[in-house]
């Protein structure tokens, strides 16, 4: 079946500190890719994405590159700032069926 | 854009009452879904829907309705709520979610519900 594990939180790092949230999937096919940042009272809301292998995904500084051969889509930040406080959530998409599946999600706290 | 609109955002229920959480998305996507959130299990889905008229069980759909007769709306009902339904519900739709697309989903700012 498919599935998504992610880094266990919370995580507490300085400002300019290097995050990185460990993210690995099982799927069956090619799955698609996801980061999802939910800030604290909203819904998620889509940080990046990448739909096959090596690809890259990137956005406001953040990274993740989809490793095949690891089966992970690790998350990466050179330089975490205070309002990169949330939680963050791994997902992928089936391409052979109709549904999203999400990690249990990793909260963040960026300290000044 | 309103994108994804969910109504209430707060809702305290006693057990064994009915209610209606609503959802509605201006995007005109053909995928819309429910999840819940529960503290340690991430988000779970509910019910989910391929388009107007076509709706199927995900992870967790006991104790919920759905129905889809229009392509913007997909209420979630629940007949007789129980104490494990508090949760925070999210509703969330995507042009395709698998596919050749790879459309991401876009979510809703949730309902908090809370069962006594």
């Known amino acids: 079946g498919n599935s998504v594990t992610q880094m266990e939180g919370p995580v507490t790092l300085s400002e300019e500190a290097f995050l990185t949230i460990n993210c690995t999937y099982t799927?069956?096919?090619?799955?698609?890719l996801f980061w999802y940042v939910q800030y604290p009272g909203e819904g998620l809301q889509l940080l990046l994405k990448a739909t096959k292998a090596d690809d890259k995904g990137s956005n406001k500084g953040f990274e993740a590159t989809y490793r095949k051969e690891t089966t992970s889509f690790h998350l990466e930040k050179g330089s975490v700032q205070v309002s990169d406080s949330a939680v963050y959530f791994c997902a992928l998409s089936d391409r052979a069926g109709n549904q999203f599946y999400f990690g249990t999600g990793t909260s963040l706290t960026v300290i000044p | 854009n309103a994108g994804v609109t969910q109504t209430p955002k707060f809702q305290v229920l006693k057990t064994g009452q009915s209610m209606t959480l609503q959802c509605a998305q201006d995007?005109?996507?053909?995928?819309m879904s429910w999840y819940r959130q529960d503290p340690g299990m991430g988000l779970r889905l509910i019910h989910y829907?391929?388009?107007?008229?076509?709706?199927d069980q995900g992870e967790v759909p006991n104790g919920y309705n759905v129905s889809r007769s229009t392509t913007e709306d997909f209420p979630l009902r629940l007949l007789s709520a129980a104490p494990s339904q508090t949760s925070v519900y999210f509703c969330?739709?995507?042009?395709?979610?698998?596919?050749?697309?790879?459309?991401?989903?876009?979510f809703g700012n949730g309902t908090r519900l809370t069962v006594t």
């Open positions: 829907s391929v388009g107007a008229g076509i709706t």
């Open positions: 799927a069956t096919g090619y799955p698609s």
């Open positions: 969330a739709s995507s042009y395709s979610p698998g596919g050749k697309s790879n459309s991401p989903l876009h």
């Open positions: 995007m005109n996507h053909e995928y």
